[in-house]
């Protein structure tokens, strides 16, 4: 069965610093992944996916992943970030209807 | 808003009962899932159920059960409740029009009912 690996379980960035959080999946076969964000005491959203089209996927909010399969990689980037991006992120991977979520990263913005 | 609703937000209730959770999907979404958010645990999926059939089963105790009825709403239903049930209950649906894709399908998740077992 597949899996994903949160490699960090906080990340703490300041105001207008490049954010990343890190992702690692395992699958045998062609995965489906993607990125969700839940801010407290709310439901998840969806940020981004890919599925097998182009590497680099763009998502809302400014956030964008880029899939490597050769690193079995799917981290997520923003250029710039903003005290509202404060919240814990979730990176999926899917196969066959199989989605199976991440530990969580907890993203902190200082200002 | 998702248009995904869960109800109610919050129950609190003892060992050994058993309680009822209700999802509305989004209008035209055939596919529920039901997840279970706790600290220990993470976030695992439990069920799905497309257009009243049940699709596919993730780590979900026998004690657990689901449904989905005609109007596409769902219900989980948890039973002889322990203290380790406590948890936050999603419902996520999709439009899963095809098996074959269903995999890409974004599901649209619900704000969540906070299950507290005393």
């Known amino acids: 069965a597949q899996s994903v690996t949160q490699l960090d379980s906080h990340v703490s960035v300041s105001e207008g610093t490049p954010v990343l959080l890190r992702c690692n999946y395992s699958?045998?076969?062609?995965?489906?992944l993607f990125w969700y964000v839940q801010h407290p005491n709310k439901g998840l959203q969806l940020l981004l996916k890919?599925?097998?089209?182009?590497?680099l996927v763009k998502g809302i909010n400014g956030f964008e992943a880029e899939f490597k399969k050769s690193e079995t990689s799917f981290h997520l980037t923003k250029p710039s970030a903003h005290m509202s991006d404060a919240a814990e992120y979730f990176c999926?991977?899917?196969?066959?209807?199989?989605?199976?979520f991440g530990a969580g990263t907890r993203l902190t913005v200082k200002p | 808003d998702s248009g995904v609703t869960q109800t109610p937000k919050h129950l609190i209730t003892a060992t050994g009962q058993r309680v009822t959770l209700r999802c509305s999907p989004r209008?035209?979404?055939?596919?529920v899932y039901w997840y279970q958010q706790s600290l220990d645990q993470g976030l695992q999926f439990l069920i799905q159920?497309?257009?009243?059939?049940?699709?596919a089963k993730g780590n979900i105790l026998e004690r657990f059960s689901a449904q989905q009825f005609p109007d596409l709403h769902s219900e989980l239903n948890l039973s002889s409740l322990e203290l380790g049930d406590s948890a936050l209950y999603f419902c996520?649906?999709?439009?899963?029009?095809?098996?074959?894709?269903?995999?890409?399908?974004?599901?649209?998740f619900g704000p969540g009912t906070r299950l507290t077992v005393l």
């Open positions: 996520a649906s999709s439009v899963t029009t095809s098996l074959r894709r269903e995999g890409y399908n974004e599901q649209f």
């Open positions: 699958s045998s076969y062609s995965p489906s």
């Open positions: 890919y599925t097998s089209a182009a590497t």
């Open positions: 999926v991977v899917s196969v066959n209807n199989d989605m199976r």
């Open positions: 209008s035209g979404d055939l596919s």
């Open positions: 159920y497309y257009n009243g059939e049940e699709r």
